[in-house]
């Protein structure tokens, strides 16, 4: 498929640099000079759309070439938008990526927003619709899905504890205290629910973890993110979603 931009980042003499960048409308690449600690080796990548958004029946191609002990961070300036349709186009967003041995990808982009009458194709969680309830139903106030994904052996211990603190909170969450009981067996409606849920599982003989969010508030995706990926401040340096 014909590629909208493409960035190759290789090592030269010991530091991680971008040998390759290319990018035409409607995207474009920023590589700034300076986006995280000056003492850390890693390459900061924005990618931005001409008019703030995805327009109708745009196709943006991004291939990623990460060499052997470089890393690389791929974000976004603000929320990707995806304008009104126009004679039913789909609009789509693809990532290719090769990152070499003892390297390091993250890429941790802003929400995609759709406007009424958008069509945007992303596969990433699938929402299936049933022949007795429709997604909203099922969805209700749960307007926001996440996913994250870390795999390798570089990410171990963040993947550990990050599956440690998911199973820690929403144990509490599935675990009513008194007030709430009482709560419950008052109120029609039952209990509050909690703004956000999250779910780990584990893929490719434990090699990476898989973790689902649903929540009420893009906010509340943000805190988790940020409370939970600071780890990786250390490879990147700068924490992301800090803003």
């Known amino acids: 498929m014909e590629e909208t931009g ?4 290789e090592k030269i003499d010991g530091k991680s640099t971008v040998t390759r960048c290319f990018s035409k409308y409607p995207l474009k690449l920023i590589i700034p000079n300076k986006a995280g600690s000056s003492t850390t080796d890693a390459v900061w990548v924005f990618s931005l759309s001409y008019g703030g958004g995805i327009v109708s029946g745009d196709r943006v191609v991004v291939g990623l070439s990460v060499g052997d002990g470089c890393t690389v961070a791929l974000t976004t300036q603000a929320s990707t938008k995806v304008y009104k349709s126009v004679d039913s186009k789909c609009s789509e967003q693809v990532l ?3 990152v070499g041995r003892n390297a390091l990808l993250a890429v941790i982009p ?6 009424s009458a958008a069509i945007y194709s992303q596969k990433q969680v ?3 619709q049933t022949s007795t309830t429709s ?3 099922r969805m209700k106030d749960y307007q926001v899905v996440a996913m994250v994904i870390i795999l390798g052996p570089k990410l171990k211990h963040l993947q550990d504890l990050i599956q440690s603190e998911v199973e820690h909170m929403m144990t509490g969450n ?3 205290t008194k007030v709430q009981k009482m709560s419950s067996e008052s109120s029609a409606n039952g209990p509050s629910r909690p703004p956000i849920f999250a779910s780990c599982s584990s893929f490719g003989a434990k090699a990476g973890v898989v973790v689902r969010l649903l929540s009420t508030t893009t906010e509340a995706v943000y805190a988790f993110l940020r409370h939970h990926l600071s780890g990786l401040e250390q490879f990147l340096g ?5 803003r």
Do not use: H, I, M, N
Not at 110 to 115: G, Y
Not at 238 to 242: I, K, N, V
């Open 6 to 9: 493409f960035l190759t980042v």
């Open 126 to 128: 699938l929402l299936e």
């Open 238 to 242: 700068a924490p992301p979603y800090r």
């Open 110 to 115: 802003d929400p995609v927003t759709c406007f």
């Open 135 to 137: 997604v909203a139903e």
């Open 174 to 176: 599935f675990r009513p």
């Open 96 to 98: 290719e990526a090769k």
